[in-house]
């Protein structure tokens, strides 16, 4: 029992609490079938070598982590700005739950090389497992996700390739658990925005191999780290701008010119410090080859890795949702029967389970398929803003104690907020998409990726017809909308991308349930394929699909078996 008192209208059994157990406290692995699924194909032999690392993964982020989370969240991080002299220390204190979490992730951090090397050993592929480490680590908190994995790649990538040689042996040291432990922070936007760079007024002048930089940053996340990456012109204001590398401390062992003024109040993700950052003087090092133009190029190839992190993050958040909804409805009753048990909350989850388990596919198609220009702004775009619908179903599902902080969907719905304009909103991403098609022919090795996916589809599945005809119908729309005016073809790039992202996420899910039934594991995904096709895809007629069968209610239990194991 609950260290609760007993009250005389707590008598029925309508208000033992004990069953309204969450998501917090259960085995995330052990509960999630469809992670099980994805693990046996990209892990193939080594799975066995894995399946216990990731059981214990699982107890840990449902556990440990998803509490600290709650904690970090009621007690975040605060800014110590001066010592007792009066000297500015620009100190981010993290609460005691941050230390606790961190300390607990990176002893069982998957992202590590020498985990990865003891993977790669047994037969398992290391970029499936950090995968699913950051999957299950997002359900818990997107703001320790942000907090450890922002930009460690992309620090340690440029410095290897354009910083001096002492420089480049105290970034080793700085990552030697990686690129997700918690010590880099991308420094890029300013109090005129973070996407039009021909407003960025931070500069940087040479002094010797090195240089200063001056500017002021208006949204730095992880402002606790020690290793940055910051963008700043060089060559006066009106000089090209490239990624510089600024440390705490200069080559010296003094102070850097660094100054954070304050941390930001922010609606969410409070377990990574976001604050104002300005520099003064800062000793920099150019992360780009004198006369190689700006060194925009290799960032904005590495913000696409950032782009497909944060679509993990919109994703882990969906999961977390949908588990929570799910946890909450089998419990909750409502006239005289489980809310699970009503048509309409059935209809409403399993709508739920199809859209997680397609972005599923979406991102960690992203992540261990074939490296295409376009997914990771489409994948951001989907998964982003998924994140926010479920954590806002969630709370829906819940009813008033869903709008209650002491419920974990409220801080989920908080939090889910931030993914879409984290590594650019959905009007970047969008003309992200636009450069890619235009400049690199992107949208043809995309439309190959589509329909190598649908060719792996069950033998006889209807599915795959309707999703074969969207792709050739896909192809029309592209060479249609090249040939609009400029003003409407900008217009119509997100409707373009919405069409995108629903056809690879049908293609994606016709190949996971080929590869399901092959391999003996049942034809589930058959079902999440063709209720996803006929949402997205299908035509509804004009009587809006009111006139389709209840597919959703007759499987539902097919679709929460494969979705929640008790």
């Not at 970029?127 to 818990?140: H, P």
């Not at 200063?212 to 780290?225: D, E, P, Q, T, V």
């Not at 992107?442 to 990726?449: G, Y």
Request: glycine share 10%.
């Amino acid at each position: 029992m609950g260290r609760y008192l007993i009250e005389p209208f707590d008598s029925s059994d309508r208000y033992a609490t004990e069953r309204y157990q969450g998501a917090a406290g259960r085995n995330w692995w052990r509960c999630d079938p469809s992670l099980h699924l994805l693990m046996r194909r990209h892990l193939g032999d080594g799975y066995a070598w894995a399946e216990p690392h990731l059981d214990r993964l699982g107890a840990l982020m449902g556990g440990l982590i998803a509490e600290c989370a709650e904690e970090t969240d009621r007690n975040p991080p605060r800014l110590e700005k001066y010592d007792k002299w009066g000297r500015d220390v620009s100190q981010v204190v993290m609460p005691p739950s941050f230390h606790a979490a961190r300390q607990a992730l990176m002893a069982d951090n998957f992202t590590s090389p020498a985990f990865a090397e003891q993977a790669r050993a047994n037969g398992a592929d290391p970029a499936a497992l950090s995968a699913a480490w950051t999957y299950l680590l997002d359900q818990a908190d997107i703001g320790m996700g942000c907090a450890l994995g922002t930009g460690g790649d992309m620090v340690v990538s440029l410095a290897e390739r354009h910083a001096p040689d002492d420089v480049k042996e105290r970034v080793r040291d700085i990552f030697a658990d990686g690129f997700y432990s918690g010590e880099a922070a991308q420094m890029f936007t300013e109090r005129t925005g973070g996407s039009d760079l021909a407003a960025l007024e931070a500069t940087a002048v040479p002094d010797g191999d090195s240089w200063r930089l001056s500017g002021f940053k208006w949204f730095a996340s992880n402002a606790n780290g020690s290793a940055f990456v910051v963008l700043a012109r060089h060559g006066g204001h009106e000089g090209s701008v490239a990624p510089f590398l600024v440390l705490w401390e200069r080559r010296d062992g003094t102070r850097n010119g660094v100054r954070i003024r304050r941390l930001k109040d922010k609606l969410g993700t409070r377990s990574v410090a976001s604050a104002e950052v300005e520099f003064a003087d800062a000793e920099a090092f150019l992360l780009a080859g004198q006369g190689s133009g700006s060194g925009l190029g290799t960032m904005m190839k590495l913000t696409n890795g950032s782009r497909l992190g944060v679509a993990m993050m919109g994703l882990g958040v969906a999961r977390r949702a949908l588990v929570e909804s799910l946890c909450y409805a089998r419990a909750r009753e409502a006239f005289g029967r489980p809310l699970a048990e009503q048509p309409l909350m059935r209809r409403k989850l399993a709508e739920l389970i199809v859209e997680v388990e397609a972005v599923q596919a979406l991102v960690f198609d992203g992540h261990l398929g074939p490296r295409l220009r376009l997914a990771p702004a489409l994948v951001k775009l989907r998964a982003a803003r998924l994140g926010v619908t479920a954590a806002s179903d969630a709370v829906e599902a819940h009813g008033g104690n869903g709008y209650i902080e002491q419920w974990p969907v409220a801080r989920l719905l908080r939090d889910a907020q931030v993914n879409p304009i984290w590594e650019g909103g959905d009007n970047i991403l969008c003309l992200d998409v636009r450069r890619a098609m235009l400049r690199e022919n992107a949208h043809e090795p995309f439309i190959d990726r589509l329909a190598a996916a649908a060719d792996q589809a069950p033998p006889g599945d209807a599915t795959v017809d309707l999703v074969r005809g969207r792709i050739d119908d896909l192809r029309k729309a592209i060479t249609v909308w090249a040939s609009l005016p400029p003003a409407v073809a900008e217009a119509r790039l997100f409707p373009l991308a919405q069409f995108m992202a629903d056809v690879y996420a049908a293609a994606l899910l016709l190949e996971q349930a080929g590869w399901e039934e092959r391999n003996g594991h049942g034809d589930r995904k058959a079902l999440v394929a063709r209720l996803y096709a006929d949402a997205h895809l299908a035509d509804q007629g004009p009587l809006r699909g009111i006139d389709r069968p209840g597919d959703e209610l007759e499987h539902f239990d097919d679709l929460l078996a494969g979705a929640l194991a008790p």
